[in-house]
């Protein structure tokens, strides 16, 4: 179970310890058939021990709080890193990340979606710019939007009980977010700081930086430097 969801049985979920406002409960990591991991998140022992013994690991973009595990989880268990994991297709789904991309697993009809960042359990992901993408990540969310009624098992916070409906419900509150924007702008906002000041204005000061990397994405998207 996670987040009162049930798991596939041929899924397991490590949380790694490594909770805060970006990462949420902690990244999840996330094991398959026994013996693929996807994201290790960080890298602590006590984490990467619990993975156990895997072949293949894969990563759904290069945040570090996804892939800081990597090479100890290698050590430990002398898996490989590969990009086409076995029995998972890739799925591209590019804008939190110019690297994004999310696995399919079928498995006897019963599927699920590894969505990484690009749809998080709780809450909205951040348009990480300039590596992020706007324009690129309303594209994937139209991808994702397309798998109705398929379980999401995302890179942070609980289990997403359908991967179409949480895309469609993302790229509402895209489309809202860039009418705000276009309003400050209106109203006189120069910079992505004016902008967040108006649109952002109860961010968390811890993470306000992510907002000023929305907003830019936001921006770029809107053609304003």
Known sequence: ??????????????????????????T??????G??????GPDDQGHLAAIGSVDEIVTTHGHPDHTDGVPGLIELTGAVVVTAPTGLEVLPTPGHTADSVCFVADRDGE???????????????VVAWPDGDLGAYLASLRVLAGFDGVLGLPGHGPV?????AAARA?????????DQVRAALAAGAETAEDVVDVV???????????AVWSVRAQLAYLGRP
């Open 35 to 40: 013996r693929i991991c996807i994201d290790p």
């Open 28 to 33: 999840n990591t996330w094991i398959v058939d």
């Open 1 to 26: 179970m996670a987040g009162g969801a049930r798991l596939p049985e041929w899924v397991s979920l490590l949380r790694a310890p490594n909770p805060g406002p970006m990462t949420l409960d902690g």
């Open 170 to 178: 993302y790229l509402s509150h895209r489309e809202q977010r860039l």
């Open 111 to 125: 599927r699920a979606v590894f969505t990484g960042d690009t749809i998080l359990g709780r809450g909205t992901t």
């Open 200 to 210: 952002y204005a109860d961010v968390d000061p811890g993470v306000r930086f992510a």
């Open 160 to 164: 997403i009980p359908d991967v179409g």
